[in-house]
Nanobody
């Protein structure tokens, strides 16, 4: 499975960005992780093929993950961005046998 992510960039605090990630074939779950400088990679949000979602507490109410199943694409709408959201965001997918696949990272920078 190949994953193609896009949508990162520079935004001011309070602004919005949308990330997208397209998989080369149908997979079970997709999600986003992020890694800030000097920190471990952490889960941001995931969504299964049935639409079940999961978010890290720090983004609840601000980020929304959604999925376009026919096009094997997942989106992460990020609103009310904070400087602490600055990180490299990685798309991750898992197939129906739970094998993980990672996309290339996309940098999100939130200025104060």
């Amino acid at each position: 499975v190949q994953l193609q992510a896009s949508g990162g960039g520079l935004v001011q605090a309070g602004g919005s960005l949308r990330l997208s990630c397209t998989a080369s074939r149908n997979i079970f779950s997709m999600g986003w992780y992020r890694q800030a400088p000097g920190k471990q990679r952490e889960l941001v949000a995931t969504i299964t093929s049935r639409g079940t979602t999961n978010y890290v507490d720090s983004v609840k109410g601000r980020f929304t993950i959604s999925r376009d199943n026919p096009n094997n694409t997942v989106y992460l709408q990020m609103n009310s961005l904070k400087p602490e959201d600055t990180a490299v965001y990685y798309c991750k997918a898992a197939d129906f046998w739970y094998n993980p696949y990672w996309g290339q990272g996309t940098l999100v920078t939130v200025s104060s």
